[in-house]
């Protein structure tokens, strides 16, 4: 008697697969709805934008977007309309000769090794990280720009598809200059989108599974990129925002700070950098290289301080990049500034004192 035919096997659903599934089978329009719930009244350069089923980045299923061809030209006039000292403060930094080594071995870490980079900010502003990461790119494919003896050139069309961003999904629900901001971004770079996983996501009531199936795809996503090598991917590390503790306050905490570093803040205005989340270290360690920058657009302290590339190993490698540009921001600045490896009694307190 014949045996039966084995039925096929059938592979297990991934957990990938099912987040993108639970993305697909999800309302467009009430998860568009909760993104821009996470927009903050402080975001002035970006206005809302209606919901569109025909903007492919709408969906919740869209987790990343991709470049389009671009030109220098159109790197420099969104730069200098979001920010009207990008020449002076970001672009001719990046650009000096005092950098040119940096820039030769960012392009060979790039191009020839085909090393990732993480280009690692501190985040005082929603706009800052695309702001420095256009700056750089401008710097790269400068006319004047050449790397090594034999005189290498790259062209901004292909230095643009090695440049990643990653950055809140309620960009995605807001318009910039009067075009949806995901289309001004793509001049730029490769835009990935995560949901934070903070106190503002709570309060905008986003379903915490899609949140998860967002960033478990956007997460595969980001990974095969990098998986190709020679790419840049540019973050604002410092948590969800820097902390700013303005003069006077600061006396409400001094006593803790004295006890925990040493020293007196006097009555200073501050800034605090928040910990590094798990998730932005294992990136940062998937690099392995960092480039480190200060940045500061504030008015009364425009600040753009560039690190040396930096190989990162463990956890404590990434926190200690982030104490490099604490210490780079508040010599730049004038603004005493502390980085929190830990979720300290200090950075609790000024959390209230902000709160209140």
């Known amino acids: 008697m014949d045996e039966p035919a084995a039925e096929p096997s059938i592979e ?156 809140s999904k309620m960009v995605a629900t807001t318009q910039v200059f009067g075009i949806p901001t995901p289309q001004v971004l793509q001049a730029v770079c490769r835009c990935f989108y995560s949901v934070p996983q903070t106190a503002s996501r709570r309060r905008a009531r986003l379903d915490p599974e899609i949140s998860r199936a967002n960033n478990l795809a956007m997460r595969a996503e980001l990974e095969e990129r990098l998986s190709v090598g020679g790419q840049v991917l540019a973050m604002a590390a410092s948590g969800s925002q820097d902390l700013r503790l303005a003069a006077g306050l600061v006396q409400k905490v001094r006593t803790t700070w004295r006890q925990r570093r040493g020293e007196d803040p006097g009555n200073n205005a501050s800034l605090h950098l928040q910990p590094l989340y798990n998730g932005t270290i294992n990136l940062m360690l998937t690099c392995e290289y960092v480039l480190p920058v200060a940045l500061s657009l504030e008015r009364d302290h425009p600040a753009c301080a560039v690190g040396p590339i930096t190989r990162v190993r463990d956890a404590q490698d990434c926190h200690d990049v982030m104490r490099w540009i604490a210490t780079a921001h508040g010599e730049a600045t004038g603004v005493t500034t502390v980085y929190h490896e830990h979720e300290d009694d200090l950075l609790t307190q000024v959390r209230a004192v902000l709160r209140t």
Do not use: K, W
């Open 12 to 167: 297990p659903e991934s957990i990938v697969d099912q987040a993108r599934r639970r993305l697909a089978d999800a309302d467009p329009a009430a998860v568009y709805r909760s993104m821009a719930g996470l927009v903050r009244s402080s975001h002035t350069l970006l206005q809302p934008i209606s919901y569109s089923a025909s903007l492919a980045f709408h969906q919740p299923t869209c987790v990343a977007v991709e470049p389009e061809p671009s030109t220098a030209e159109a790197i420099h006039l969104y730069g200098r309309a979001a920010y009207p000292h990008f020449d002076r403060d970001l672009v001719d930094t990046l650009a000096s000769p005092t950098l040119d080594h940096l820039m030769t071995e960012v392009y060979h870490l790039l191009v020839a090794e085909g090393r990732n980079i993480a280009l690692v900010t501190n985040h005082g502003q929603i706009i800052d990280i695309a702001l420095i990461l256009g700056a750089l790119e401008l710097a790269l494919v400068a006319e004047t720009r050449t790397f090594g003896v034999l005189d290498e050139r790259i062209d901004v069309n292909q230095l643009i598809p090695r440049c990643n961003l990653m950055l």
